[in-house]
């Protein structure tokens, strides 16, 4: 079994069907179950859902990428405050990172002023946070690998005229 092709072509494309992923990867169907199965069981794959481009819709939302500057705890590092911020409802995600912040954070909420509340009442009030810097998402051009707006692919004239 092709274990690392499965994978990616579930993360390219969650709806394929087994049936179709067997072909795909030329394997048996039943096979491909049982390592979609192991994979689930063992925490490899975490979930299934829509990349959802709420621009496309009625639904407000807003999004911000939120830099945590923040002081570990001396027995549990990183890990008590991530915990303490991926516990939110509005925390879509919290990574470790290197260089000039400690944590980034991915938030989303119906308007930006929703979002202001949040880090002012919520993250930046939690022992351990030092600084927070907020940048607000205006456009998604890309998201998990799926383009979102294809107008960018159009000639640019502004651009254009830079060449002529």
């Known amino acids: 079994m ?5 994978l990616e072509l579930l993360q390219d494309d969650a709806k394929l069907t087994a049936a179709q992923l067997a072909v795909m990867l030329g394997e048996d169907e039943h096979e ?10 063992e925490g490899a794959i975490r979930g ?17 990428l ?8 001396k027995d549990t590092g990183f890990d008590e405050i991530a915990g303490r911020i991926m516990n939110f409802p509005e925390v879509e995600s919290v990574y470790l990172m290197s260089g000039g912040y400690d944590l980034a954070v991915t938030v989303t909420g119906r308007t930006m002023q929703d979002v202001a509340m949040f880090v002012q009442k919520r993250l930046a009030t939690i022992d351990g946070v030092l600084s927070t810097a907020t940048h607000f998402v205006l456009t998604k051009y890309k998201d998990g690998g799926v383009v979102f707006n294809r107008d960018y692919e159009e000639i640019d004239e502004r651009g254009s005229n830079l060449c002529d």
């Open 32 to 41: 491909v179950r049982k390592a979609i199965a192991q994979y689930e069981k």
């Open 2 to 6: 092709q274990r690392e092709q499965l």
């Open 66 to 73: 939120i830099e945590l500057r923040v002081t570990p705890k």
């Open 48 to 64: 299934y859902h829509a990349l959802v481009n709420w621009e496309r819709t009625e639904t407000q939302k807003a999004s911000a």
